[in-house]
């Protein structure tokens, strides 16, 4: 929510890409400072109090981000063509931005990807998450590890958000749903998973789009949230998790 | 065993005296506010006991008092004359259903309130029991998330269905006849009346709960939050006490739903969102987590100034930063048994060990 | 008369063997003792015995019934009763409540009658609160009454979860290292107070390290090793088991 309304705010001033990229940059140094403030001195926080801490987070960037911007409803302009145009592509037609979602989307999950595995940086990150006692005696700083993780999360979560406002614009309030469908994404591919992410995300969009069929679109919205909790009593690990891994990780 | 329910009376003495208070000032109009206030610190002084006593959060709970008040409110609004069949008709000779006038002048058939109020507490009894079992069964964030998640979706229930009225909700609510002649309805003429009924409520529900926490049950219930695998190697049916606080927690929201819709007169989908279920648990959360007076206290203060609008716009976000905070620095709450120790330590320079709430 | 069965119970985890096809009985009114060296798998019996675990096979049979399906709580309504090696009194909570705890088995007010305080309760909870007065005077731990249970001496809190635990007026007591943590004096404290115990008609079966605890006051002992039984005899006997000397000392050959 942010990265898009800052965006739409900033491209009053600034080309485009200039406007997506320091939107991008705002947000991650708010990602940063909210580590810096609220989480980094907790000692030994239980993952309770972290989620209801972030949950109010939410709820005070949301009311902050109303008394800025107001209840108006933002977007960005079409990266490329408009609202009405469309590409062919074998008989169906796509809208142009939803080709730049897909592909910026792509282009995401691959950085993450490269990354985590094959930069130090990513798998000193990889190995706080898994132990963070053992990392910090490997040398590895796991105080600015998590600020990065924020950063990085904030950074994602702005660029998605730039990505996807022409489409469905951006309002104060836009965040939380998406947070919610973020999580049972998160949680339905298996906790530290991105490509199994991505799956669980297309997975879910899918079963969420289909469901005007069987139920009055407005629940769609709740759909999401079913799916969340079909998952979370039956197999908490998520689809292409495993048990192991996720009790291993400290959850 | 008697000073047990000293509190009890010196705070219906603060009731009293706060009634005669605003009399006294000519302000009685202050009296609808502290109506509602009384309705919502029920639902708070449930959700204390499921937070504090059994040590489950809860973060969907406005979602049964959605689930009380809409059933209610639907029952005593639905015109049962347009189909009129047999069951209707027979419902009728039973006296299950009532008829009325309605602001329009025409006639209206609905269910008696006490049949909608039955209703609509066996209908918050089931999905409490339905969805109490397996989230129950979760652990820590997961239990959150999983209870979130449940009240976002009665949120997006009753938002979206048009004869729960969508995203106007449901009005034109009748009052709610109680033995004696009196009403509860959000009627200019019966605040004082209203007034006592609700704190009466109130005081009665508090009462059954420092009963339950005295007794073996809640003896067994601070076992379970204590030490959860030694309480059941004891003999304690830990999922089933869990479970049953769970429901119980949710019927005094759904029974404060019930009677809130009725003084209200109507409801809306905001009762069932996110933003109350946040409202709810900070105000549990800076009371003390498991302590019962400390939220009903925090609760009268709180919900009032923030029925009189003294947060303006900010609302939300007050109690929003009251749950970060108690968090950050307080998470056992903060009117707790404690509290002078923990000043002290977090003052000191030795690293405090944190427990897990 | 034999109290606890155990026959043939195998239980492992992932790639280790934890328990493996182990048999022992318990009779009724002896005080047994369950040792071997670290690791031999012993808190994992415990916790097969006690239903905090399920066996992969094997049955348990006590008092006649077959509980090796059975949750803790089940079988804490039957009379079986388990201390923690790591002490787990409840926090927040007084030795005087702490105790009272045990007796949840033996009386039946529930949420309704407790919220109502309907009258039965209250002969009830007095009959509790005596009957927890008079285990806390057995243990000589009736001072402590009013103090909170976890901020007591370690020796001391070991002696509140045994009350605790006896307060369930168990037929079996299950005591996990109760001598952990305790000096030579209280040690000894602790084999009077077990050996009262089994006076008392509770049968007790206990895994311990000290073995002079185990020699002085146990009539028949166990021993494991990598959750294997490779000895069951009286005290004096396993002193002398070359098998139990190999296992804890090494060969000769080393």
């Known amino acids: 929510?942010?990265?898009?309304?800052?965006?739409?705010?900033?491209?009053?001033?600034?080309?485009?890409?200039?406007?997506?990229?320091?939107?991008?940059?705002?947000?991650?140094?708010?990602?940063?400072?909210?580590?810096?403030?609220?989480?980094?001195?907790?000692?030994?926080?239980?993952?309770?109090?972290?989620?209801?801490?972030?949950?109010?987070?939410?709820?005070?960037?949301?009311?902050?981000?109303?008394?800025?911007?107001?209840?108006s409803v933002k977007a960005l302009p079409y990266f490329t063509g408009s609202s009405i145009s469309s590409i062919n592509l074998g008989g169906v037609y796509v809208s142009s931005q939803v080709l730049w979602v897909v592909g910026i989307g792509a282009l995401a999950v691959a950085a993450l990807t490269v990354f985590f595995n094959l930069t130090m940086l990513g798998r000193q990150m990889r190995a706080c998450a898994a132990n963070r006692d053992a990392a910090r005696l490997c040398g590895i700083d796991t105080g600015n590890m998590v600020t990065l993780s924020f950063m990085l999360s904030a950074a994602i979560g702005a660029i998605g958000g730039c990505v996807v406002?022409?489409?469905?614009?951006v309002q104060f309030d836009s965040g939380t749903p998406l947070a919610i469908k973020g999580f049972t994404v998160a949680i339905l591919g298996g906790l530290g998973n991105s490509t199994a992410a991505v799956g669980a995300g297309m997975i879910l969009g899918i079963l969420e789009s289909f469901s005007i069929w069987v139920l009055p679109t407005a629940y769609k919205e709740a759909i999401s949230i079913a799916i969340l909790l079909a998952i979370l009593f039956v197999k908490p690990s998520g689809i292409f998790g495993s048990a192991e891994a996720a009790r291993l990780k400290e959850f | 065993m008697a000073r047990r329910y000293l509190p009890v009376a010196a705070f219906a003495g603060l009731i009293?005296?706060?009634?005669?208070?605003?009399?006294?000032?000519?302000?009685?109009?202050?009296?609808?506010?502290?109506?509602?206030?009384?309705?919502?610190?029920?639902?708070?002084?449930?959700?204390?006991?499921?937070?504090?006593?059994?040590?489950?959060?809860?973060?969907?709970?406005?979602?049964?008092?959605?689930?009380?008040?809409?059933?209610?409110?639907?029952?005593?609004?639905?015109?049962?004359?347009?189909?009129?069949?047999?069951?209707?008709?027979?419902?009728?000779r039973s006296g299950a259903l009532v008829s009325r006038h309605d602001v329009y002048g025409g006639n209206l058939l609905t269910v008696h309130p006490w049949l909608a109020c039955a209703a609509a507490i066996l209908l918050t009894v089931a999905v409490a029991f339905l969805v109490g079992g397996p989230v129950l069964k979760l652990k820590g964030h997961y239990l959150a998330m999983a209870t979130l998640g449940i009240g976002i979706i009665v949120y997006r229930i009753v938002l979206g269905t048009d004869f729960l009225g969508a995203s106007d909700g449901i009005s034109e609510v009748p009052g709610f006849p109680l033995p004696g002649g009196l009403l509860i309805s959000g009627d200019a003429s019966s605040r004082i009346s209203n007034?006592?009924?609700?704190?009466?409520?109130?005081?009665?529900?508090m009462a059954l709960l420092l009963n339950l926490i005295q007794s073996r049950v809640g003896r067994a219930l601070s076992a379970v939050h204590g030490a959860e695998d030694a309480a059941g190697a004891m003999g304690i049916p830990t999922s089933r006490y869990k479970l049953n606080v769970f429901v119980l927690s949710a019927v005094f929201a759904g029974l404060a739903g019930v009677f809130?819709?009725?003084?209200?007169?109507?409801?809306?989908?905001?009762?069932?969102?996110?933003?109350?279920?946040?409202?709810?648990?900070?105000?549990?959360?800076?009371?003390?987590?498991?302590?019962?007076?400390?939220?009903?206290?925090?609760?009268?203060?709180?919900?009032?100034?923030?029925?009189?609008g003294y947060f303006g716009t900010y609302d939300d976000t007050v109690f929003g930063a009251i749950l970060i905070l108690i968090m950050l620095f307080a998470p056992d709450g903060l009117l707790r048994r404690h509290l002078v120790s923990d000043l002290k330590r977090m003052v000191s320079r030795n690293p405090v060990e944190e427990d897990a709430p | 008369m034999t109290l606890l069965s155990v026959r043939g119970v195998s239980k492992r985890f992932g790639g280790l063997q934890a328990v493996n096809d182990l048999s022992f009985d318990v009779a009724a009114g002896a005080i047994k003792?369950?040792?071997?060296?670290?690791?031999?798998?012993?808190?994992?019996?415990?916790?097969?015995?006690?239903?905090?675990?399920?066996?992969?096979?094997?049955?348990?049979?006590?008092?006649?019934?077959?509980?090796?399906?059975?949750?803790?709580?089940?079988?804490?309504?039957?009379?079986?009763?388990?201390?923690?090696?790591?002490?787990?009194?409840?926090?927040?909570?007084?030795?005087?409540?702490?105790?009272?705890?045990?007796?949840?088995?033996?009386?039946?007010?529930?949420?309704?009658?407790?919220?109502?305080?309907?009258?039965?309760?209250?002969?009830?909870?007095?009959?509790?609160?005596?009957?927890?007065?008079?285990?806390?005077?057995?243990?000589?731990?009736?001072?402590?009454?009013?103090?909170?249970?976890?901020?007591?001496?370690?020796?001391?809190?070991?002696?509140?979860?045994?009350?605790?635990?006896?307060?369930?007026?168990?037929?079996?007591?299950?005591?996990?290292?109760?001598?952990?943590?305790?000096?030579?004096?209280?040690?000894?404290?602790?084999?009077?107070?077990?050996?009262?115990?089994?006076?008392?008609?509770?049968?007790?079966?206990?895994?311990?390290?000290?073995?002079?605890?185990?020699?002085?006051?146990?009539?028949?002992?166990?021993?494991?090793?990598?959750?294997?039984?490779?000895?069951?005899?009286?005290?004096?006997?396993?002193?002398?088991?070359?098998?139990?000397?190999?296992?804890?000392?090494?060969?000769?050959?080393?």
């Open chain 1, 165 to 169: 406002c022409p489409i469905t614009y």
């Open chain 2, 16 to 92: 009293v005296a706060i009634q005669l208070g605003t009399l006294s000032i000519g302000a009685e109009y202050h009296l609808t506010q502290l109506t509602m206030t009384a309705y919502y610190s029920l639902v708070v002084v449930g959700l204390c006991m499921l937070i504090g006593y059994a040590g489950q959060i809860s973060l969907g709970h406005a979602g049964f008092f959605a689930i009380g008040g809409y059933v209610t409110a639907f029952l005593t609004t639905w015109d049962l004359k347009t189909n009129h069949g047999a069951v209707v008709s027979l419902l009728e």
């Open chain 2, 260 to 308: 809130l819709t009725h003084y209200n007169g109507g409801i809306g989908p905001s009762e069932a969102g996110v933003m109350k279920s946040v409202r709810y648990v900070a105000i549990v959360a800076i009371g003390g987590m498991a302590n019962l007076w400390g939220s009903l206290s925090m609760s009268l203060v709180l919900n009032y100034l923030s029925l009189r």
């Open chain 3, 33 to 254: 003792a369950l040792i071997g060296p670290n690791g031999a798998g012993k808190t994992t019996i415990f916790n097969l015995i006690s239903g905090f675990l399920p066996p992969d096979s094997g049955e348990i049979v006590f008092g006649g019934e077959g509980i090796h399906a059975m949750s803790s709580c089940e079988v804490a309504t039957r009379g079986m009763v388990r201390t923690f090696q790591h002490i787990r009194l409840f926090p927040k909570m007084t030795v005087l409540e702490n105790i009272m705890v045990g007796r949840h088995v033996h009386s039946r007010a529930g949420f309704l009658a407790g919220m109502l305080n309907l009258p039965f309760t209250w002969k009830e909870e007095r009959r509790i609160r005596e009957k927890s007065r008079e285990i806390m005077e057995l243990l000589g731990i009736v001072d402590h009454a009013g103090t909170e249970a976890i901020s007591l001496a370690y020796g001391q809190q070991r002696v509140v979860e045994i009350g605790r635990a006896l307060a369930c007026e168990p037929k079996l007591l299950l005591l996990d290292e109760p001598a952990a943590g305790l000096n030579m004096r209280e040690t000894n404290g602790m084999g009077e107070l077990i050996s009262r115990i089994r006076d008392l008609g509770v049968t007790v079966l206990l895994v311990e390290h000290d073995m002079s605890l185990v020699m002085k006051i146990s009539d028949e002992v166990v021993v494991v090793s990598y959750g294997e039984k490779i000895a069951e005899d009286r005290p004096l006997a396993i002193q002398k088991n070359r098998e139990v000397i190999r296992v804890y000392l090494g060969d000769d050959e080393c």
């Open chain 1, 1 to 71: 929510m942010l990265g898009g309304m800052t965006a739409v705010t900033l491209n009053q001033f600034v080309p485009m890409p200039l406007a997506i990229l320091l939107a991008v940059i705002v947000t991650m140094i708010v990602g940063a400072v909210i580590e810096i403030v609220f989480i980094r001195w907790l000692y030994k926080p239980s993952v309770l109090r972290m989620v209801i801490i972030t949950i109010g987070i939410s709820i005070l960037i949301r009311e902050i981000a109303l008394h800025i911007w107001g209840e």
């Open chain 2, 195 to 205: 007034y006592y009924l609700a704190w009466g409520l109130v005081i009665l529900g």
